[in-house]
């Protein structure tokens, strides 16, 4: 199934730290060789102060080979550089973490950077010890203490574009500890920064807009989040809220479609959850729906079984060819970094999904063929099914007939507000949207009719 893996894809837009769980991830599922994933490993590691690590690898690759001098040379530089940061940052440290020096501080930044200077000598660039050694710290692989020096930094900093970086890497160092609240918050924040829209927290080069740094922005944190949303208890819920919201969802068309496989997933996840449950959004319980027709809007540049196996369901209503997507789905989902831990649960909502819409243009339908199309036995058919019926809405509408082996579904007809309510919903956009159509083409006119006449007189 290595052709369904999407590591070197997403890889591509991870800090290499980031990376290291998913190429270990990829040791362990063997859908490549070994020895290549090995080698990936190697040249992330080499680009950080990991030097143990980067040596481990070195002699798993070449056990036969000397380990190259300058890895000795590079742990006696990140060794000394550790102990001048830690000086540096210490004695910032020890300032702020002053009772006295706590209850003064308040919530205007520049109010505390004035107070530090005035009281304890305390500049800008004095406090900047902390971003530097926090990163430091991150490029060792301490992320707690990363994450601990960039809070602080954060904290003090007038600095966009530091305080922008302390962003990323705080979030990224909660992602590597496993801290997924505080990682979640950090989330957030970061895409209120990313979201506000101005050039200086973007980190936007000379040469680069604000409005494609944005979308390079969002585009990473779409990647990074991924993280969060299959770690968090939430995370799928929160998941579909974001990324299915116009401006996200205008990102993942635009520049990375591969994401609709996890947002097909959350989806999927979600639904059972979500069907009857007046507590979810709008937007969750109709998830299915969105991402449906968004997968038949995108299929021209990504396809895979997860997203075929809804657009066979949802669009071509070809239950046998959903069935064989489903087949494929599973094994995708079971290889893949996020999706595996949902594995049974994926299966169990995807058959429930195939049942729904089974039963929802049948009336008699025979158990045995059910099972069949559920990758199920007979016996187990029809304990799932009658599983299904117990939990969900369909008890009040299924009957189940032992001695025939079938399900009849009994449905009451559709209240006549109901229909009405269904076929006039979104009346008044559409009809708003009509009479801007009409109206631009007469304002047009208008100011096309206005300029020969304001030459004249000019």
Aim: charged fraction near 25%; glycine fraction near 4%.
């Amino acid at each position: 199934m290595a052709e369904y893996d999407l590591s070197k894809t997403i890889i591509s837009y991870l800090d290499r730290h980031l990376a290291f769980p998913l190429l270990a991830h990829l040791v362990e599922t063997s859908l490549f060789p070994v020895e290549q994933v090995q080698a990936a490993q190697y040249e992330l590691a080499k680009g950080t102060n990991m030097i143990d690590y980067a040596v481990s690898l070195f002699e798993q690759l070449h056990p036969d080979e000397e380990v190259p001098p300058e890895f000795f040379g590079k742990r006696e530089k990140a060794v000394s550089t550790n102990e001048r940061l830690q000086q540096e940052a210490q004695a910032v440290l020890d300032v702020i973490e002053n009772p006295d020096v706590a209850q003064a501080l308040r919530q205007d930044k520049n109010q505390n950077l004035q107070y530090l200077k005035d009281n304890y000598n305390l500049t800008l660039e004095q406090i900047t010890a902390l971003y530097n050694f926090g990163q430091f710290q991150y490029t060792y692989g301490n992320y707690s203490g990363a994450a601990d020096y960039l809070y602080h930094f954060r904290v003090l900093s007038t600095d966009t574009e530091l305080n922008t970086s302390a962003h990323w890497g705080k979030l990224a160092s909660d992602i590597l500890t496993g801290k997924w609240e505080t990682a979640l918050e950090e989330l957030n924040t970061l895409r209120d920064v990313v979201d506000s829209r101005s050039p200086s927290s973007l980190l936007t080069s000379p040469t680069e807009s604000a409005a494609l740094a944005q979308l390079h922005s969002r585009t990473w944190l779409v990647h990074w989040s991924l993280f969060v949303y299959f770690n968090h208890p939430q995370g799928r819920t929160l998941l579909l809220e974001t990324f299915l919201s116009p401006t996200y969802l205008n990102t993942i068309q635009t520049s990375c479609p591969w994401i609709l496989r996890y947002i097909a997933t959350a989806a999927i996840l979600s639904r059972k959850s979500a069907t009857g449950n007046t507590t979810a959004s709008s937007r969750v319980r109709h998830s299915i729906r969105e991402i449906v027709k968004v997968i038949q809007t995108e299929e021209y540049q990504y396809q895979d079984p997860i997203t075929s196996f809804l657009k066979e369901l949802y669009i071509e209503f070809d239950f046998e060819a959903a069935q064989r997507e489903l087949g494929i789905a599973e094994r995708v989902v079971g290889d893949d970094f996020f999706l595996g831990e949902f594995r049974e649960e994926f299966l169990d909502n995807a058959r429930y999904l195939i049942s729904e819409a089974y039963c929802r243009i049948h009336q008699r339908i025979d158990i045995g063929d059910l099972s069949e199309r559920l990758n199920l036995t007979k016996d187990e058919g029809e304990k799932w099914i009658v599983n299904l019926i117990r939990e969900t809405r369909m008890g009040a509408d299924a009957k189940i007939d032992l001695e025939k082996n079938v399900i009849e579904i009994h449905r009451s007809p559709l209240p006549v507000y109901q229909s009405v309510i269904e076929k006039t919903r979104g009346l008044a956009f559409r009809t708003q949207a009509l009479g801007a159509g009409m109206l631009q083409p007469h304002q047009i006119a208008q100011q096309n009719q206005s300029q020969p006449v304001e030459a004249a007189r000019s």
